[in-house]
């Protein structure tokens, strides 16, 4: 008898467990919803920037937001025709990125950084 009263508990349990294990989707960076539920899903409060640096040498891209708040970019991979590959990440908000070289005028790209999304912002700089 006890058997047969705890066989609806199981099975409710057995769902919920299933449930619970559900996969959740991550921003694809394109503006979809994966899920549809228009949900904040990566788990994270930054948002990434990449993209290519082109002209002069020793370049350099920082980040600069509202409040002062500096980010230097990271460097990664080698040169290319495209460029000097870099990234950041950035948290939500306003930012402005900074380009400079040895030689070059410096350049700016205003980027508005919503978490979990991608945004490739490549900068080529006027050099001498």
Same mark, same amino acid.
């Given at each position: 008898?006890?058997?047969?009263?705890?066989? &609806?508990?199981?099975? =409710?349990?057995?769902?919920?467990? =299933?449930?619970? *294990?559900? =996969?959740?989707?991550?921003?694809?960076?394109?503006?979809? *919803? &994966?899920?549809?539920d228009d949900g904040l899903q990566c788990g994270s409060?930054? %948002?990434?920037? +990449?993209?290519?640096?082109?002209? %002069?040498?020793?370049?350099?891209?920082?980040?600069? *937001?509202?409040?002062?708040? #500096?980010?230097?970019? $990271?460097? +990664?991979? $080698?040169?290319?025709?495209?460029?000097?590959? +870099?990234?950041?990440?950035?948290? #939500?908000?306003?930012?402005?990125?900074?380009?400079?070289?040895?030689?070059?005028? $410096?350049?700016?790209?205003?980027?508005?950084?919503?978490?979990?999304? #991608?945004?490739?912002?490549?900068?080529?700089? *006027?050099?001498?």
């Amino acid at each position: 008898m006890k058997l047969r009263r705890l066989r &609806p508990c199981l099975l =409710a349990l057995g769902l919920l467990l =299933a449930c619970g *294990d559900k =996969a959740e989707g991550l921003d694809s960076g394109d503006g979809s *919803d &994966p899920d549809g539920d228009d949900g904040l899903q990566c788990g994270s409060t930054q %948002g990434f920037v +990449y993209g290519f640096l082109s002209g %002069g040498t020793d370049p350099t891209v920082i980040a600069r *937001d509202g409040e002062g708040q #500096e980010i230097a970019a $990271d460097w +990664y991979g $080698d040169p290319a025709a495209e460029g000097t590959p +870099y990234e950041l990440n950035l948290p #939500e908000g306003a930012w402005v990125l900074t380009a400079s070289a040895t030689g070059c005028s $410096d350049r700016s790209a205003a980027v508005e950084v919503e978490a979990c999304f #991608e945004y490739g912002v490549s900068i080529a700089l *006027d050099c001498r």
